[in-house]
């Protein structure tokens, strides 16, 4: 059996090298890029998002305590200092935590730590979360 497996393994080698010399010339659709271009974008997508439908990203945690009231003063200070950010109340038992932003990039998440830093003197930092984000239309993709 090992013998005829190097003797078939021998004639295909011999077979592809005597054939190796001859053109091939493959025509293809031009909408199989369009498909390939969708497809790959879809696959970037999938490979950022979570199981839930939410991307893969960052958010800033300002405060982690078990006060609640604490919390939702944090919370009420974030949103009116950074009205174009939106805030999240998470509760992880015993402790309440306040986070914000929607951050795909970590650098983005970085320049609005730098901004908060100053007004939240116990710390705050970026943390990896599933955020909320709204990709734009696959306008380029689509084409006649």
């Not at 011999?14 to 969708?38: E, G, N």
């Not at 990039?105 to 930092?125: H, M, T, V, W």
Request: proline letters at 5%; glycine letters at 2%.
């Amino acid at each position: 059996m090992k013998h005829f497996v190097v003797t078939v393994v021998a004639l295909f080698v011999f077979l592809a090298s005597s054939y190796a010399s001859d053109t091939i010339i493959v025509r293809k659709d031009p909408r199989l890029d369009v498909l390939t271009a969708k497809q790959a974008q879809i696959n970037k997508r999938s490979s950022m998002m979570t199981s839930n439908g939410q991307y893969k990203g960052y958010r800033l945690q300002v405060l982690s305590t078990r006060s609640r009231d604490e919390a939702f003063k944090t919370k009420t200070d974030l949103l009116t200092r950074f009205p174009d950010e939106k805030a999240y109340l998470l509760y992880q038992s015993p402790y309440f935590r306040v986070r914000i932003g929607n951050f795909l990039k970590r650098e983005d998440a970085d320049k609005l730590r730098k901004q908060i830093s100053s007004s939240f003197p116990n710390g705050c930092y970026v943390v990896e979360d599933a955020i909320d984000y709204i990709p734009p239309p696959d306008e380029d993709l689509i084409t006649q």
